[in-house]
């Protein structure tokens, strides 16, 4: 039982009346590890058996809409109704844990990888690697999101949470460095938020024709890009307040270090959640994501008043039982860096772990060696 003071574990109700009993979330996580049909196998299975106690929202890591878009081998699908067994059996296994099952759904566009897809790459504009998306081909995109929220609705998910962070599809349409378009998809700010608000109306045409009003759509986004033409904080605070126009559930701000200080445009040298927060309607809820790994560094963002929910990404990778550890207050357990001779492999699939083994500067620290993050 957690301590009944625990911020943590404070009840918040989403604008849609359903209850989170925990402010814990898990940031999606790519497992690198689905069969190549997406179907969930044993190395999957055994991730997600027994990471989400004590966790509110679960986010399932990227989940394709459609075959063209595959950024990684082994990604799980939203494609078709084959795929309604796997998106099941993940949503189950979180839920009998006591979380909400969240799919984060995904194309790659430019960043897909026609190794894993069979199929050219496809982007807003065209490049050395992708050809540039027709009008009919935007059209189809848009209802491959409908129909993998519909999928992931049949399939008893609690909600979906849209991919628009990381450089993938939905932000190259957003960002003026991917997107050089002259027509109704791109040209003017306002233009280059046509498709991913496009994408956030059909995923909620899908919950309203299916009548579930209790079933969650949040939206993950990117706030800033390095570089001339990317996107800056003033672009981000347009899009956040047109997003809020939309009945979403949840934000969930992407980050590499949730302190991170805005570098261009509103808000320069101030926490950028800070000012994404004060510029979103007070109904929706916030979720910060970055560096945190402990209870008190999960308690120390909440406490900032900024976000709603506090995500985690390697941390829960290292300590599966993250959740259960800080609710009954063993939090002297929680372990910071990757010890590569644990014999277990922290219950992580074989891909996953042979990642980790490498050290990047995107995987959790690994002991003996220097540890390197990723701040963008
Ligand atoms: C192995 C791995 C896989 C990831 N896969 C995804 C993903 O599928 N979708 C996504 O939006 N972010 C993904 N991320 C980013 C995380 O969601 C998170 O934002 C990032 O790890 C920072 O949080 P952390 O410091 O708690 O790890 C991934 C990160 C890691 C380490």
């Not at 460095?177 to 233009?191: A, E, I, P, Y």
């Not at 004060?278 to 963002?301: F, N, Q, S, W, Y």
Request: aromatic share 6%; charged share 25%.
């Amino acid at each position: 039982m957690p301590h009944p003071q625990d911020t943590l574990f404070e009840p918040y109700t989403l604008n849609n009346d359903v209850t989170v009993l925990s402010r814990i979330a898990v940031a999606p996580l790519t497992l690198f590890s689905s069969d190549a049909d997406g179907t969930i196998n044993d190395g999957e299975a055994m991730f997600l058996s027994q990471r989400a106690k004590g966790i509110g929202l679960y986010i399932l890591g990227a989940t394709l809409v459609s075959e063209e878009g595959a950024a990684f081998a082994g990604q799980p699908r939203a494609i078709s109704e084959k795929d309604i067994p796997s998106l099941k059996k993940r949503a189950e296994l979180i839920k009998a844990q006591g979380a909400l099952a969240i799919t984060q759904i995904h194309h790659g566009g430019l960043l897909a990888l026609s190794e894993c897809s069979k199929q050219d790459v496809y982007a807003p504009s065209a490049t050395d690697t992708a050809k540039e998306m027709t009008d009919e081909h935007i059209e189809a995109t848009v209802k491959a999101f409908a129909k993998a929220t519909e999928l992931c609705i049949a399939a008893g998910c609690d909600g979906v949470e849209i991919h628009g962070a990381n450089n993938y599809l939905i932000q190259q349409f957003f960002s003026a460095k991917t997107n050089r378009r002259n027509d109704r998809w791109g040209g003017s700010l306002t233009k280059r938020m046509a498709f991913p608000l496009r994408v956030v109306e059909a995923v909620c045409e899908v919950r309203e024709k299916m009548n579930r009003p209790d079933f969650i759509i949040g939206y993950r986004l990117s706030p800033e890009e390095p570089g001339d033409n990317g996107i800056t904080m003033t672009e981000t605070i347009a899009l956040i307040r047109a997003l809020c126009d939309y009945p979403l559930q949840y934000l969930h701000i992407s980050q590499w270090n949730f302190n991170k200080l805005a570098r261009r445009g509103v808000g320069v040298g101030q926490l950028r959640l800070k000012t994404l927060r004060e510029a979103m309607a007070p109904d929706i809820a916030l979720i910060g994501v970055g560096g945190l790994v402990t209870g008190d560094d999960l308690r120390t963002a909440l406490g900032t008043g900024f976000v709603d929910f506090v995500a985690v990404g390697q941390s829960i990778m290292m300590n599966p039982n993250l959740g259960e550890l800080i609710a009954s207050g063993k939090e002297d357990q929680i372990i910071r860096e990757i010890d590569l001779q644990k014999e277990d492999h922290y219950a992580m699939p074989e891909p996953l772990w042979a990642m980790c083994q490498q050290a990047m500067n995107w995987m959790p620290p690994v002991k003996g060696k220097p540890a390197k993050r990723l701040d963008v």
